[in-house]
């Protein structure tokens, strides 16, 4: 599935998965957030709603670590980018000729939700949310069940609250696929109708 997505998708649905960045922060990224020396990604802003904004919270702005794998994808798409300048949006809209990051609704719309009716991952007649949070949400639930602490989850998720990340830790230690839909429907949204978490 992953594979037969084109490129810049393919690079920002792995950054997504890989690292649980809400899209608006991965929509967010210029070049110069990424240090491949340092292994990690810095948080500056956000892309939402055609604007660009501040990180959720101060928790939020911390280096999101970054695999040696995901740092080869990143070169990747670095090198084939038209947009390399340090200051340059990492997944530019082509159609304006890079001056502001793509749209969110339109990747999900576009490429993940067909891409995951193509997998099997949901059905082409499901109505519910399915989107770019659900791989941070994925991404909780692998932590919890591999055992890793909560403080090293909170860390990861960068959530400012620990309260957050417990409710992970409950939603996924009952583990049903119901209670992660039942979480998922509960989640807020943004003005945009982007989920908020």
Known sequence: MLLELPEPERTLTLLAAGTGLRIS??????????SFTESCIRV?????????????????????PLHPLLAEF??????QTPYSRP????????????????????LVEDYLRPAAIK????????????????????LASYLVRTKTDVKTVQALL??????TTLQLYSHSVTG???GNAECDSQQKTDKCGLTAD
């Open 158 to 163: 960068r959530h400012s609250d620990v309260k």
């Open 25 to 34: 922060e991965c929509l967010g990224l210029q070049w110069q957030d990424l």
């Open 87 to 106: 200051s340059d949006w990492v997944f530019p809209s082509f159609k304006l000729k890079g001056k502001q990051p793509r749209v969110a609704n339109m």
């Open 176 to 178: 049903s696929a119901r």
């Open 44 to 64: 500056r802003r956000t892309w939402t709603c055609g604007e660009v904004g501040l990180p959720k919270s101060k928790a939020s702005q911390a280096p999101v």
């Open 74 to 79: 990143m070169q990747s798409w670095l090198r």
């Open 119 to 138: 997998a099997g991952v949901i059905a082409s007649d499901w109505d519910g949310r399915f989107g770019f949070h659900n791989f941070r949400h994925s």
